[in-house]
T-cell receptor, first 112, second 116 residues
């Protein structure tokens, strides 16, 4: 079955360490997205990519970095510069145009 | 500024009762509209979408939503709620003529609790 796989489901890191969250899709979608979700808040866009080797900053890109070397993969690195990294991170993808987003099951990152 | 508002942060209904979750948007033209549901610790699942045509759209799990242009609203409804409907619900919009960029905007979500 086609879908989006995020791994790991839970991730724990010490403050000051970079950490990379994995997102893989086999839906053949061109566009991929990373969102951050905090308790009681909606989703906020971190980065998005419409094609391979290209990506743009979203609303809250500071302290994050991404790469898009393959169509299927869009990893997100949470750097030590991100001041409040503890959150639930969601990866999504879609076809071009206005088709709906398809979401992975998320990674919960806890930084202590 | 363009925005999506879900006025109710929490709603509690009894099992078997009807449900309406509100969503309002502020865009110059009618956007594309979506409702998603999120179970705890999970990703978001699409319930339904509106692009054009019939303003009453049917979705999965017995949900429907009605687009009302005059009220800039896209409220989600279900005639009889089941305990398994307890989750968080998000309204989202994409302005027309969007080119798959970063303009998908989500409301803040409504958490639904179902009483037995």
């Amino acid at each position: 079955d086609g879908g989006i796989t995020q791994s790991p489901k839970y991730l724990f890191r010490k403050e000051g360490q970079n950490v990379t969250l994995s997102c893989e899709q086999n839906l053949n979608h061109d566009a991929m997205y990373w969102y951050r979700q905090d308790p009681g808040q909606g989703l906020r866009l971190i980065y998005y990519s419409q094609i391979v080797n290209d990506f743009q900053k979203g609303d809250i890109a500071e302290g994050y970095s991404v790469s898009r070397e393959k169509k299927e993969s869009f990893p997100l690195t949470v750097t030590s510069a991100q001041k409040n990294p503890t959150a639930f991170y969601l990866c999504a993808s879609r076809h071009p145009g206005n088709s709906p987003l398809h979401f992975g099951n998320g990674t919960r990152l806890t930084v202590t | 500024a363009q925005s999506v508002t879900q006025p109710d942060i929490h709603i509690t209904v009894s099992e078997g009762a009807s449900l309406e979750l509100r969503c309002n948007y502020s865009y110059g033209a009618t956007p594309y509209l979506f409702w998603y549901v999120q179970s705890p610790g999970q990703g978001l699942q699409l319930l339904l979408k509106y692009f054009s045509g019939d303003t009453l759209v049917q979705g999965i799990k017995g949900f429907e939503a009605e687009f009302k242009r005059s009220q800039s609203s896209f409220n989600l409804r279900k005639p009889s709620v089941h305990w398994s409907d307890a989750a968080e619900y998000f309204c989202a919009v994409v302005p027309m003529n969007n080119n798959a960029g970063n303009m998908l905007t989500f409301g803040g979500g409504t958490r639904l609790m179902v009483k037995p």
